[in-house]
T-cell receptor
Framework: KAGVTQTPRYLIKTRGQQVTLSCSPI?????VSWYQQTPGQGLQFLFE???????NKGNFPGRFSGRQFSNSRSEMNVSTLELGDSALYLC???????????FGPGTRLTVL | GENVEQHPSTLSVQEGDSAVIKCTYS??????FPWYKQELGKRPQLIID?????GEKKDQRIAVTLNKTAKHFSLHITETQPEDSAVYFC???????????FGTGTRLQVFP
């Protein structure tokens, strides 16, 4: 099976702009989770989607949102970008839930 | 809120030696404890996991132990090799929150 894919791999944006990241899970996986990875904070949970419904949410401001489509592909949107949003954004898919997550390669977002 | 502390943040060992990384979790209802390995520029990959009804689990040179009373779990790597060099993340999942909380990572360097 093909692994988790994420597009784009790299993004450069300026403060105030918005961005949309995309994640395609492993075929058959219905759960998609998103994480923010920064050098100081490690991996921080953003949210999880299962069957098009947000099932869980981390402690991030409302500028961070997401959605999942009927084919399990997921998108994450960040509005009104801030410098502190610069990070590697990882998505992970799983057959059922949080267990045994398979990560994508990530999208490196740089906010100038 | 839930928290996972991971120590040490960096660990250097000689090839062939053992390495131990320890994590402490705060949510006593946590029941799932995975360990991920992230090589430089790569995605995190699950290397071993343990559930709360098991005290120890082994897979070749790696093992994980869980002490539910003390709320800590550890990763043990024996006969380390240069290819073990990576950042290792522990995580825990709470039954009530159903999301993965990650430690801040341990950078392991194995010198030949």
């Amino acid at each position: 099976k093909a692994g988790v894919t994420q597009t784009p791999r790299y993004l450069i944006k300026t403060r105030g702009q918005q961005v949309t990241l995309s994640c395609s899970p492993i075929s058959g996986h219905r759960s998609v989770s998103w994480y923010q990875q920064t050098p100081g904070q490690g991996l921080q949970f953003l949210f999880e989607y299962f069957s098009e419904t947000q099932r869980n949410k981390g402690n991030f401001p409302g500028r961070f949102s997401g959605r999942q489509f009927s084919n399990s592909r997921s998108e994450m949107n960040v509005s009104t970008l801030e410098l502190g949003d610069s990070a590697l954004y990882l998505c992970a898919s799983s057959p059922r839930g949080i267990d045994e997550q398979f990560f994508g390669p990530g999208t490196r977002l740089t906010v100038l | 809120g839930e928290n996972v502390e991971q120590h040490p943040s960096t660990l250097s060992v000689q090839e062939g030696d053992s390495a131990v990384i320890k994590c402490t979790y705060s949510d006593s209802a946590s029941n799932y404890f995975p360990w991920y390995k992230q090589e430089l520029g790569k995605r995190p990959q699950l290397i071993i996991d343990i559930r709360s009804n098991v005290g120890e689990k082994k897979d070749q040179r790696i093992a994980v132990t869980l002490n539910k009373t003390a709320k800590h779990f550890s990763l043990h790597i024996t006969e380390t090799q240069p290819e073990d060099s990576a950042v290792y993340f522990c995580a825990s999942r709470g039954v009530n929150t159903d999301k993965l909380i990650f430690g801040t990572g341990t950078r392991l360097q194995v010198f030949p």
